[in-house]
């Protein structure tokens, strides 16, 4: 690929439909709140429609007609610009991951999306080419990775790719997708959502059928309550399950020498590659609704970043059995496959952690016992529920470490284990806090390069001899004295 290209001319909609979507909100208030006002009647109604259409879809061919890029095997160049011109130019040793994705809109025309991410590249992807042909897509992935492919343009829709001598190292079995589904996290935001949804039902339904239909609810039982309560954590149950599904849908990982790619989705088909040598750290996640049953999720970070909704990072495992975690990694990435004890924090901790819940919970009970009446039993057990978090969090926080790596554990509400490659550590750091200062403590951090900027894992309330053996384990002059 040595000539400028551009994208395909789907991209001009896809560019339409963006603006529409950011713009959304915005009509719907004008609509509803100009109800009264005579000039929305038809045919003006009609007439800013078409309009807005109008203007939308020309700033979107110019947009697309001014939008070319070039990959000549050393980088890839950007050229775009309506009034401005613009022209990025990206070294092939910058670029981390390739991320190819493939919406509805994108597979009706036998099109992908490419996401190039590189180091310290922010939230989001360096350069993303909205629309351009699966072929296309393959050779800017060779050409930018160096990565084998075999020539033509046939592509399997569940992967994304083009069948290579890789071979598939893991896959998600339909048991444990379903698994994975029901024992998702994302049933807590589900919930919220439709909480909020139906508080601003009264903005949508006239009050008098909002008294008449559902205020009963309100001078009922509590027994109603907790029924409507429960009606609404089944459904974001529901929405939580279909989008895990549709999310971690034809889940396979495949790896080729270095390279990891990770093909998933249903509906938006995702094929990711990430290079080995690039991995920064590994984090095992156990959620309050996976650990009774032994299971976690599994997520790699690299100095690419990752996406927003993985917090930053990439799922490697979406569901794994704990006491199979070595295996799997064995198969996939085997220089993080070893076992990790943790070592416990000091005794005298306990206190502190206890402490951390306990006066947060107190003012929490403290404002429902005065506020709601018999709050004395909510308050009781939000003490209780605050002294069992502390307790689990101390019990759960360590870290651990051998010649080559660095490992630490910390709960907040799930329970983390990050595992960091010694030569993957931008900093460490040891702090003392004037109350950790009373019992000797310290805290220990850990920062990692994923995006602009980075991140960091911490164990606090560390003994000044753990803090030494770390600090002995990182130091450099431990190595020159050895080779002295």
Not at 334 to 362: N, W
Not at 373 to 402: E, R, T
Request: aromatic fraction near 12%; hydrophobic fraction near 50%; charge should be positive.
């Amino acid at each position: 690929m040595s000539n400028p290209k551009r994208l395909h001319p789907v991209v001009i909609f896809l560019l339409l439909f963006k603006a529409l979507k950011e713009l959304m909100i915005p009509i719907i208030a004008a609509f509803v709140f100009g109800r009264g006002a005579t000039s929305w009647d038809f045919p003006f109604t009609i007439y800013f429609i078409i309009c807005g259409f109008i203007i939308f879809f020309i700033y979107g061919y110019f947009k697309w007609y001014t939008y070319t890029y070039e990959v000549d095997g050393v980088e890839l160049k950007i050229k775009q610009g309506i009034f401005i011109k613009k022209n990025r130019f990206i070294r092939r040793e910058r670029i981390y991951s390739i991320d190819i994705t493939a919406g509805v809109f994108q597979r009706l025309f036998h099109l992908v999306a490419v996401k190039v991410e590189t180091a310290g590249g922010g939230t989001e992807p360096e350069v993303v080419l909205a629309a351009v042909t699966k072929k296309d897509a393959l050779q800017i992935k060779k050409q930018l990775l160096a990565v084998s492919v075999e020539n033509g343009n046939e592509t399997n829709d569940a992967e994304l790719s083009v069948q290579s001598s890789s071979e598939i190292q893991w896959r998600l079995s339909n048991k444990n997708l379903v698994l994975a589904a029901l024992t998702s996290s994302g049933i807590g935001i589900a919930f919220m959502a439709l909480v909020a949804l139906a508080s601003q039902l009264e903005d949508w339904i006239l009050n008098d059928y909002l008294i008449n239909s559902f205020g009963y609810i309100f001078q009922s039982s509590v027994a109603v309550i907790i029924v409507a309560a429960t009606m609404i954590f089944f459904l974001s149950w529901l929405v939580s399950i279909i989008g895990t599904i549709l999310k971690y849908g034809n889940f396979i990982i495949r790896k080729k020498d270095d390279e990891i790619e990770i093909a998933r989705g249903i509906l938006e088909k995702r094929q990711l590659t990430i290079s080995i040598t690039r991995i920064t750290a590994i984090r095992v996640v156990e959620s309050l609704f996976r650990q009774p049953f032994g299971l976690a999720t599994v997520y790699v970070e690299s100095a690419g970043g990752g996406s927003k909704d993985e917090q930053l990072s990439t799922v490697l495992f979406p569901l794994v059995r704990i006491k199979e975690l070595k295996d799997h990694l064995g198969e996939v990435i085997p220089d993080f496959c070893f076992e990790q004890p943790i070592e416990p924090l000091p005794k005298r901790a306990k206190m502190r952690y206890l402490i951390r819940k306990v006066v947060p919970g107190a003012i929490i009970a403290g404002f429902i016992a005065f506020f709601i009446p018999y709050g004395f039993i909510g308050a009781a057990l939000v003490l209780v529920l605050a002294l069992l978090i502390g307790n689990q969090q101390f019990k759960d926080a360590g870290f651990g470490k051998n010649d080559h790596f660095l490992w630490i554990s910390y709960r907040a509400l799930s329970k983390t284990l990050v595992i960091i490659p010694k030569q993957r550590i931008q900093a460490l750091e040891i702090k003392q806090s004037l109350f950790q200062q009373l019992r000797t403590l310290f805290t220990i951090q850990a920062s990692i390069l994923t995006s602009i900027v980075g991140k960091a894992f911490r164990t606090v309330d560390i003994s000044e001899k753990q803090k030494e053996e770390i600090l002995t384990w990182y130091s450099y002059e431990e190595t020159k004295g050895k080779k002295v």
